[in-house]
């Protein structure tokens, strides 16, 4: 890239990893203050949230130092780099989760939230972020480039193809851990859409609990369906571009592979809108935070609102002693008068 065109890649990310990290800091508030966290779908939110925090927080500043800026180690590249592939891999399984959870809360109801405790929340957060850093740290048990190793001891310019391999990013990531999970996904959505259908049709003598219900969770099914959809439409172009570069089947110019990346860290920054817009709980925690804090910018100093007091009571007195000054004085001409 130009100097030029260098200076707007940095300008976009710095702008991203700000709404990355506003935002998704936000979300966790507001599922925080809502008490939203003992409910499965919501832990799994915070997870997501948690991991697009990041990714504004640790991925972007480290995809940018990992794209040449930087003289260090081979191993310290390395890892910078493996950063950046396990809080990818944490979304994936973020959302993984959340479709499951949507599933089996509707194929299964009464069982499924009979069963499941608080404990089995975090158990299974805890399961994501393990599973998302074994398969993102693979790069530092040996799989990396080869013909760097001989210069493993002296310092480098950090690029992220310079020690990440294709075969690993396109073969085993994409391939393996990416696509799986996201036809998985979308799988999971359209049984679900299905049953809820099936369900809301047979609304005829049903109570009116059970179609609120599955109305309920139609609304919640459309807003997380439209966080897959948006991930796969930013993630997706940036591993199509490394596979068809990597199999020679087109050659992609290094601009596109910059706007790819752009395209893949925004994904992070445009969840908690979609929140604001599509989930009424986290929606109306959004409102209650708003009214907080421009209620305390507008409370007024309590000093002072005493001085004020006091003034008003002064020149009340003052009113009072002048009128009893002046009755007097009415009443003595009338009589005179008279």
Known sequence: MSDGEKVIYTSLEVLIAVG??????????????????SQTTFCFIVSLALADFLVGMVAVPFAVIVDGRLETTFHCCLFISCVVIVLTQASVHSLLAIAVDRYLRVYKPLRYKGSVKKQHLWGAVTVCWLSACLLGFIPMFGWHNKDTTTRENTTITCNFISVIPMTYMVNFNFFACILPPTIIMMALYLLLFNMISKQLRKEVGRPVESRSYYRKERRLANSLALVLVLFVICWIPLHIM????????????????????????????????????????IKKAYKSILMKLT??????????????????????SIIRCTTMKINPQVVLATNQNG
């Open 20 to 37: 990355c990290c506003l935002g998704n800091m936000l979300v966790i508030w507001a599922v925080w203050s809502c008490r939203a966290l």
């Open 295 to 316: 209620s305390t910018e507008q409370k007024e100093d309590p000093s002072s609102q005493t001085l004020e007091n006091n003034a008003s009571s002064n020149s009340n």
């Open 242 to 281: 490394n596979t068809l570069d990597y199999y020679e089947i087109v050659k992609v110019p290094a601009v596109a592979f910059h706007i790819g990346i752009l395209l893949s860290h925004a994904n992070s920054a445009v969840n908690p809108i979609v929140y604001a817009f599509k989930v009424p709980k």
